[in-house]
């Protein structure tokens, strides 16, 4: 498949002008609409660097919050509140980990009722590799300076905090 030709003209523009005309203020629009297509953008770069390391993005970020916890492993619900993600899904994505000899589960030292997941060497290694994969492609985020970068995670920073995500 053949990369796809830029289009000559902006079509989230476009679409904020004839919004504009047709029913209203369109800047809310064309700043939602262009968020939604960046993730887009990010989603498929940052898939296509952990695609060799045979990785999901969730995947990669348990191992990260795994590698960067003070003794290699939390319990999973605490990993569920860090990645902001429900139980269920935590649980999937550390069974795929799990199988693939990435973490291991173990037996909290103190609490009976919880399980711990722990990083293993193997772990590691593969989110050092991975790591560099991500950060070589810049997460996908091109086209912007560090200033700005620093700039739209503050802005979106303060969506998110409106939103109730911390």
Same mark, same amino acid.
């Given at each position: 498949?053949? $990369?796809?030709?830029?289009? $000559?003209?902006? $079509?989230?523009?476009?679409?904020?002008?004839?919004?504009?005309?047709?029913?209203?203020?369109?800047?809310?629009?064309a700043?939602?609409? @262009?968020?939604?297509?960046?993730?887009?953008?990010?989603?498929?770069?940052?898939?296509?660097?952990?695609?060799?390391?045979?990785?999901?993005?969730?995947?990669?970020?348990?191992?990260?919050?795994?590698?960067?916890?003070?003794?290699?492993?939390?319990?999973?619900?605490?990993?569920g509140?860090?990645?902001?993600?429900? $139980?269920t899904?935590?649980?999937?994505?550390?069974?795929?980990?799990?199988?693939?000899?990435?973490?291991?589960?173990?037996?909290?030292?103190?609490?009976?009722?919880?399980?711990?997941?722990?990083?293993?060497?193997?772990?590691?290694?593969?989110?050092?590799?991975?790591?560099?994969?991500?950060?070589?492609?810049?997460?996908? %985020?091109?086209?912007i300076?560090?200033?700005?970068?620093?700039? %739209?995670?503050?802005?979106?920073?303060k969506?998110?905090? @409106?939103?109730?995500?911390?």
């Open positions: 498949m053949s $990369p796809r030709q830029p289009l $000559p003209f902006d $079509p989230i523009a476009r679409a904020a002008d004839i919004w504009s005309q047709r029913v209203g203020p369109s800047s809310t629009m700043a939602v609409t @262009s968020i939604m297509r960046v993730q887009q953008i990010l989603q498929s770069e940052v898939d296509a660097a952990l695609r060799p390391h045979n990785l999901t993005f969730a995947r990669y970020e348990a191992l990260v919050l795994l590698t960067f916890s003070r003794q290699g492993s939390l319990p999973m619900r605490v990993m509140d860090r990645l902001q993600l429900h $139980p899904s935590v649980t999937n994505i550390v069974d795929r980990l799990e199988a693939d000899e990435l973490v291991r589960r173990i037996p909290h030292p103190t609490d009976r009722r919880t399980t711990l997941v722990e990083v293993t060497d193997s772990g590691r290694e593969l989110t050092d590799k991975a790591t560099e994969s991500v950060t070589a492609v810049n997460f996908g %985020l091109t086209g300076t560090e200033r700005q970068t620093r700039q %739209l995670t503050e802005l979106l920073g969506v998110r905090q @409106s939103a109730g995500d911390f």
